[in-house]
């Protein structure tokens, strides 16, 4: 082990050398091999170790077909841990060597997003092994399994450890004049791709009641909607002409909707429905799909140090630490048992 670690040692300062031995614009061809590069191939040879770990422990999540997201084998006997709001209609595991299993619900945790499965079947299996370590310092160099479970990703920790607080849903609309005169709140716009335009609502609709409680005020409308996270269902009634129109919609994410508007966030693409509301993230610049989260992010050691809950942008991922993971596993398995 130590050799390994001296070796891999002597790679990363070669590497990050390459990487600032000039801050001048490099000619065509002088710029760093593409094998060579962070996610390169001669670069994740030096990460062998925490790959085999990664993928061994890795499983994909499949629902109608597509992958949901990745689950982590955290016992001999089949258990799963991964993102609860993606993993809402899993039917299947598939491991690394391509073996395919159901997968049977056991539990989710609210507060952290998180949800276990139990694969059905399946024997021989490699949970994986929990880092010690309670927070990476900063810069920390740390690996994931891409959602294909094909490769692994590489990045470091971006930022010290902390709580995410709470947004909460949106419908997606831009709110204009409102009043007892007018009826309600009249909808000034409709976010293209948001919840609102999802579910019917249009320009010039004018709100009358949200969730079941009749609203005229603005602030009033905007704290209903905003009690409720996204992915949850609020019944939006409207004027829309002469007639009373009902929709049920599913709320989005503030900042998904938008930072439409934004090109940064235009050009992260996809990013996770739920991204905010944890009692503690790790913040690393790892590159995954929003279909990866539920995999672990490891050491250089193949120690897992949390598990991936949320792409947040191009160059953020939050995992959740392993000691909040193995204290949540905890507390469904008591829920578990107190149930039967």
Known sequence: MRTYIDRLSNFLSTFCLCLTISSAPLAANDRLPVEQRRNGSETLKAFEESSKASLSSTVRLLGKGRTLALGTIVSRKGHIVTKASSSIEAEEAILVDGTRYKVQAKGKDKATD?????????????????SKEEEPGEGSWLVSADYNLKRLKVGVV????????????????ILGQDGVDLGGILIQQVMPRSAGAAAGLEKGDVVTNVGGQEVTDREKMIELVGSNDPGD????KVKRGNSMLSFRVTLGHRSVVFDMMNRNARMSGPVSKRKDNFPMIIQHDVSLPPNAMGGAVLDLNGKALGINVARVDRVTT??????????????LR???????
């Open 114 to 130: 998180l949800a276990v499965f139990k694969i059905k079947g399946a024997k021989k299996l490699t949970p994986v092994s929990w």
């Open 158 to 173: 971006g930022a010290k450890g902390r709580p995410i607080d709470r947004v909460g849903g949106v419908i997606g609309v």
């Open 233 to 236: 269902v609020v019944v939006i």
């Open 318 to 331: 939050y995992a959740l630490p392993s000691q909040l993971v193995r204290v949540t596993l905890e507390k």
């Open 334 to 340: 008591r829920s578990k048992h107190k149930s039967e």
